[in-house]
T-cell receptor, first 115, second 111 residues
């Protein structure tokens, strides 16, 4: 069965600190996609990244970076020099077997950035 | 700019009422999805559709039905709303090989 686990339910850090959100997944597929979405207080899910299982290169986009490790089935997300606007719920997700359009979400991590 | 719209941001209904949540996308996507989001439970898939007039049950279809008469529109129907259906409802669309695009969500309260 496929599963996404975000063990951190809620995290609070002071502004400018770095923070890492953990994501561990389970799948028997060799081909799959991993995603991160951000949900700010407004409610709309904002797409952050999609990573193909064959591409284990880490990715950096501004203050955001992602560490994909197949050996540990993890796809962790780090925010460097956090800002109050980063406060949101963050979801990690995995595409379902054989379907890159249907995805399974983790339960989310609520991130509070304190001024 | 791609867009998924939902008919209401906030909705208050009474127990037993029939409720329609509408979702429209302008990207000519084949696939559309309805999720509900509850604190601590993440997003759970209710129903999805791969084409007009096609529908498939997700993980929690009980108490819901859907309609897809046109490619761009996917409706979620609560035949007889109950208080345990108070939730945030999110619609998404995509096509094969793409990531999902989400609407702004509808916060439904059933009194």
């Amino acid at each position: 069965a496929q599963k996404v686990t975000q063990a951190q339910t809620e995290i609070s850090v002071v502004e400018k600190e770095d923070v890492t959100l953990d994501c561990v997944y389970e799948t028997r597929d060799t081909t799959y996609y991993l995603f991160w979405y951000k949900q700010p207080p407004s409610g709309e899910l904002v797409f952050l990244i999609r990573r193909n299982s064959f591409d284990e290169q880490n990715e950096i986009s501004g203050r955001y970076s992602w560490n994909f490790q197949k050996s540990t089935s993890s796809f962790n997300f780090t925010i460097t020099a956090s800002q109050v606007v980063d406060s949101a719920v963050y979801f990690c997700a995995l595409s379902e077997a054989g379907r890159d359009d249907k995805i399974i979400f983790g339960k989310g991590t609520r991130l509070h950035i304190l001024p | 700019d791609v867009k998924v719209t939902q008919s209401s941001r906030y909705l208050v209904k009474r127990t037993g009422e029939k409720v329609f949540l509408e979702c429209v996308q302008d990207m000519d996507h084949e696939n559309m999805f309805w999720y509900r989001q509850d604190p601590g439970l993440g997003l759970r898939l209710i129903y999805f559709s791969y084409d007009v007039k096609m529908k498939e049950k997700g993980d929690i279809p009980e108490g819901y039905s859907v309609s897809r008469e046109k490619k761009e529109r996917f409706s979620l129907i609560l035949e007889s709303a109950s208080t345990n259906q108070t939730s945030m409802y999110l619609c998404a669309s995509t096509r094969q090989g793409m990531r999902q695009f989400f609407g702004p969500g509808t916060r439904l309260t059933v009194l």
